[in-house]
């Protein structure tokens, strides 16, 4: 079964930055998009950014223009840079892959982050 293996997580100070990096641990084919989510402590997980097969990419509005979202297609490996970081993006981060034409949706582990003042 393949699993999304999440890595970058950390400790930061506001202002500061972080790499979120995602891949999976097994062969994959059909890859879709991907997306990073996150789940801030008694919130729902939601949506952060998004990116399609031909790289077309989307992000929630508190975001924008902070965070960027990349693909790597040969690694079919998934980045999210995020920069001037704030308390509120605080929380785990998850990766999610849709493949094999949509059949097949695959959660990471979840990273968590954290952002002190």
């Known amino acids: 079964q393949v699993q999304l293996v999440e890595s970058g997580g950390g400790l930061v100070q506001t202002g500061g930055s972080l790499r979120l990096s995602c891949a999976p641990s097994g062969s994959i084919s059909g890859l879709n998009s991907m997306a990073w989510y996150r789940q801030a402590p008694g919130k729902q997980r939601h949506v952060v950014a998004h990116i399609t097969s031909d790289g077309t990419t989307s992000y929630v509005d508190s975001v924008k223009g902070r965070f960027t979202i990349s693909r790597d297609n040969a690694k079919n490996t998934v980045y999210l840079q995020m920069n001037n970081l704030k308390s509120e993006d605080t929380a785990v981060y998850y990766c999610?892959?849709?493949?094999?034409?949509?059949?097949?949706?695959?959660w990471g582990q979840g990273t968590q982050v954290t952002v002190s003042s």
């Open positions: 999610n892959f849709v493949w094999a034409g949509g059949y097949h949706s695959t």
